[in-house]
């Protein structure tokens, strides 16, 4: 990546840059120091051809461009020259008037905090489930939620494989509402370690999953399997526990319901076991201020509870 972030390109681009509009004033010159008059043009006179001629006398004159459409061209080189000196465009070059496109973003943003701050700020003195109740609230958490959320979780909240459903109410850290505001402010990073090697061998293994797919009571599940697979299970109670039930402290999934993050196969429990997961939630707080996560968090929360 160092190749990509070093001067030599910050230089590559000006350098190219420079001389594609050098080139355009060269290209534009060469084409109109040959002039014909208007009288020697329709004559047919001082004009020659490109060598072109189809039935006979149909000839493709080498007739110079039109002079106005010529400066029109002049034109615009000289607004891209002049563009290019006040904006950035030149590399690194921030250009002589200094502007941004993320201070434009930021102004855009402080404007809009200084017209919507207060009806957050309302928001958030509430109780959270108060806030879920609010029709308007709920209106505004949904545009949150499709803006920031939907991209990952679906425009729904169904969720995909890997990103978990917030429509029902199998939670990893917890469906509390002060849980779920947590969860977007700070963010979650969960790792399921592999244990393969923990468990043993790959018929272990496989015994394992099995037994997994019992807790659930799935008709998947081989029962001789599942017997074999229960005591190399032990390996697994320290976050799941005994009963496979998880626990929301460590964000360990509940392994006893019919839920799953990755799909509830016995080769996909296979794959988690042998080369485990990780997956991280992104940190929100910072970027959307706790405004606008309050009023998120309550729409997330409504979801899957009533709000009546």
Known sequence: MSDFTSEFWNLYIAVLTVLGILGCGVLLYTQSVHKVSAADAAAGKGVGTTGHVWDDDLTE???PMPRWWMWLFYLTIVFGAAYLFLYPGLGTYAG???????????Q?????????????DKYRRQDLKAVAADPQARAMGERLFLTYC??????DARGNKGFPNLADRDWLHGGAPEAIKQTIMQGRHGVMPPMGVAIGSDKDV?????????????????PIKSVFGKGKFTACLACHGAGGTGNQALGAPNLADKTWLYGGSADTIMETIRKGRDNTMPAFGDFLGEGKVHVLSAYVWGLSNDTR
């Open 108 to 120: 855009e943003l402080a404007k809009a905090d200084e017209a919507y701050g207060p009806l957050f």
């Open 150 to 155: 939907a991209q990952c979780h679906g425009s």
């Open 96 to 106: 002589k008037l200094g502007w941004r496109s993320a201070g434009q973003y930021q």
């Open 206 to 222: 496989e015994n394992v999953a099995h037994y997994v797919l019992s807790l659930s009571g799935s008709n998947a599940a081989d």
């Open 61 to 63: 004159l080498n007739t």
